[in-house]
């Protein structure tokens, strides 16, 4: 089961961002979070940067962390093996494209299906680990669904109110501008210390997600 959660590999290729980041080598960070999120990476100045990875940080804690160990707890490595499926496919043909339309709209809601209550548990798990826990905890209730995604806003909102940072907002892709619904709107930008900060925030997230895991099995 273990090659099937991303654990190690989310945490590398943030901090991978965070470096440059901090040393103000601009170039080489945009460089990095390119290799996480699909936005157009020359666009990015720092905070969009340290933006782009916080966000890339809490969601991909929920796809790729919480979701198939939740799954896997269910069902076993048959639980894990599926959800891997499943998110694999809508990472392939989940977005509109004339050619994959149906295909891709299937994929799509079945990912939001199975990631509707780990997205939402993610959330929980950010918030109770901050020092801002009422903080992370409002914002997620209040912010979560002005997020495009369905899931993806809750883990995102809840890191956003546990470092008291403001997320998502306009962001550019191919050329084309988006504009999304900030999350935790009035807040500060966040900066390369924040991207840390995250990183740490996701370390006791986990520890408490394998704690959840180890009272599961003695129970």
């Known amino acids: 089961?273990?090659?099937?959660?991303?654990?190690r590999s989310l945490?590398?290729?943030?901090?991978?961002?965070?470096?440059?980041?901090?040393?103000?080598?601009?170039?080489?960070?945009?460089l990095a979070v390119a290799q996480i999120v699909g936005r157009d990476p020359a666009t990015?100045?720092?905070?969009?940067?340290?933006?782009?990875?916080?966000e890339s940080l809490a969601e991909n804690a929920s796809d790729g962390i919480v979701a198939p160990v939740f799954w896997g707890a269910l069902f076993g490595?048959?639980?894990?093996?599926?959800?891997?499926?499943?998110?694999?496919?809508?990472?392939?043909?989940?977005?509109?494209?004339?050619?994959?339309?149906?295909?891709g709209w299937a994929a799509a809601r079945i990912d939001d299906i199975a990631n509707f209550i780990p997205?939402?548990?993610?959330?929980?798990?950010?918030?109770?680990?901050?020092?801002?826990?009422?903080?992370?905890?409002?914002?997620?209730?209040?912010?979560?669904?002005?997020h495009r995604s369905v899931n993806a806003g809750w883990p995102e909102a809840a890191i956003a109110g546990a470092l008291g940072v403001r997320?998502?907002?306009p962001r550019s892709y191919h050329g084309s501008v988006t504009?999304?619904?900030?999350?935790?709107?009035?807040?500060?930008?966040?900066?390369?210390?924040?991207v840390r900060q995250g990183l740490r925030l996701y370390i006791r997230a986990m520890l408490l997600l394998g704690g959840l895991l180890v009272a599961l099995a003695l129970a």
């Open 1 to 7: 089961a273990w090659p099937m959660v991303a654990l």
């Open 11 to 30: 945490y590398d290729h943030v901090t991978a961002v965070a470096r440059p980041l901090q040393s103000r080598d601009i170039d080489a960070a945009r």
């Open 44 to 54: 990015l100045d720092d905070a969009g940067i340290a933006r782009a990875a916080i």
């Open 77 to 103: 490595l048959p639980g894990i093996v599926g959800y891997k499926a499943v998110n694999t496919l809508d990472s392939m043909i989940g977005h509109r494209s004339e050619r994959h339309l149906y295909f």
């Open 119 to 146: 997205a939402r548990l993610a959330g929980f798990l950010f918030a109770l680990v901050s020092l801002r826990v009422l903080d992370a905890l409002s914002c997620m209730v209040r912010d979560a669904n002005r």
């Open 167 to 169: 997320l998502s907002g």
């Open 179 to 194: 504009n999304e619904p900030w999350l935790n709107d009035g807040a500060r930008d966040p900066l390369a210390a924040d």
